[in-house]
């Protein structure tokens, strides 16, 4: 049997003869190939390429890449991720924690205690049932677009993480997936075993619709399509040895969240507003909807809730004072769960692929989604019988740690 290090040499070879069309050369001469590896004849191949590279080439290249080395005797599976180079230059700052493991004898079983039936299918559709190994299952929602939920969504995961939980998110937002956008990660999931495997970034699994939309196409996805993608993105990737996985829905209330809860049980869900009038008529909406489908509203998320000058501290309420969202919460019989200010750094590390928790984790705005995520998991604790009783395990992995 050949060993590795002669496969990686072949793997290698294979991949000089891929061509990188914008230069004319190959992928190995041009540098798009960042790092090979082979262990145990699964061959990992990391390529990097930049966020603006037309992404029916990029596509083809991975292709390429799959089909170059498929075929090498003694290469039982490959794995092609595609990076920005701003990403991987994150990671080999050390920002980027241990990869995230892959299944887990300690991860739950399905039908563990962290998750309780959801509604049940209907017209149909299989039952719901709890995703195999992770503990909860939390969506981030808003009533309309704009408000700062995929942002919230994804600081939200990276907080937890700090917190010590495993964490993945999962972006189902039609409208416009922007998770690859905010982490700065390009790529195509790999499959494997008939599973889809998620794409690590900063230490997530995540996955989105934006993986497999061509850029700057519009994409108009009706209800069966919808619901289709959604239940595949849940049933069949790997999401196993999770704490959390954070959802980042489409905003509003359509097949979207109806295929979502009626795919998995939800254990609960945050509607992220502006405290602007109208955006709190479109939340009140989104709280209704979740009470309807049987998932708990865990509260709501005031996101630019207010803007501190930094130089005097001085408070501007530039959307309408969060009090008003506190009101409008007692009227819906829910709580506000966390206030996050308005920071331009929050958009900053949006558009440059470095959400605001990894790029200034001591900032006041990093700091309010450590609140946050701290209110996320009391409310939501993963551990033992879903951790209701005192003393209960921070995440699934921690007594490793202990
Ligand atoms: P949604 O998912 O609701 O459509 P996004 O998360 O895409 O909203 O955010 C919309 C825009 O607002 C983005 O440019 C984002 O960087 C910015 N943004 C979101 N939250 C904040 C905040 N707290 N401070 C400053 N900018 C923010």
Redesign the pocket.
């Known amino acids: 049997m050949k060993d590795d290090f002669s496969i990686k040499g072949e793997v290698i070879g294979a991949l000089e003869g891929v061509e990188d069309p914008q230069a004319g050369d190959n992928i190995v001469n041009t540098h798009l190939v960042e790092q090979v590896e082979v262990k145990q004849g699964v061959a990992e191949i990391i390529l990097v390429m930049s966020a603006d590279r037309d992404r029916k080439e990029r596509f083809a290249i991975e292709d390429a890449v799959y089909d170059a080395v498929e075929g090498i005797g003694g290469v039982r599976e490959v794995k092609v991720q595609t990076m920005t180079r701003q990403a991987l230059e994150r990671e080999a700052r050390g920002e980027k924690p241990a990869p995230v493991p892959g299944p887990s004898p300690s991860a739950k079983p399905p039908g563990g205690p962290g998750q309780k039936p959801g509604p049940s299918g209907g017209g149909g559709m299989p039952p719901s049932a709890p995703i195999e190994g992770v503990g909860r299952v939390i969506a981030v929602a808003?009533g309309k677009?704009?408000?700062?939920?995929?942002?919230?969504a994804v600081n939200l995961a990276l907080a937890l993480q700090k917190l010590d939980y495993r964490v993945g998110v999962l972006d189902i937002?039609i409208y416009?997936p922007?998770l690859p956008t905010l982490l700065g990660v390009a790529g195509r999931p790999a499959v494997s075993n008939r599973r889809i495997l998620p794409i690590e970034a900063s230490g997530l699994r995540i996955m989105s619709l934006g993986f497999l939309m061509e850029e700057d196409s519009p994409v108009i996805w009706r209800g069966p399509i919808v619901t289709g993608i959604i239940r595949q993105f849940l049933r069949d990737v790997d999401w196993s040895g999770l704490d959390y996985l954070i959802i980042d829905m489409p905003?509003g209330t359509g097949d979207a969240q109806l295929a979502l809860a009626q795919t998995v049980p939800v254990d609960g869900a945050l509607v992220?507003t502006t405290p602007s009038d109208l955006a709190l008529l479109d939340a009140a909406r989104g709280l209704q909807m979740f009470k309807t489908l049987n998932v708990e509203v865990m509260g709501i998320v005031t996101?630019?809730a207010r803007f501190v000058v930094p130089s005097s501290g001085e408070e501007f309420f530039i959307f309408g004072k969060p009090e008003e969202v506190a009101k409008e919460a007692k009227r819906l019989e829910t709580t506000v769960l966390g206030e996050?200010?308005?920071?331009?750094e929050?958009?900053r590390g949006?558009?440059e692929g470095q959400p605001v928790v990894l790029a200034d984790p001591e900032s006041p705005?990093s700091q309010a989604f450590i609140d946050l995520a701290k209110s996320v998991a009391a409310a939501q604790p993963v551990g033992a019988e879903g951790g209701q009783e005192e003393g209960a395990k921070k995440g699934l992995f921690s007594f490793l740690k202990s």
């Open positions: 808003s677009g704009g408000v700062g939920k995929s942002t919230v937002d416009g922007s905003p992220v996101n630019m996050i200010p308005l920071d331009t929050v958009r949006g558009d705005v």
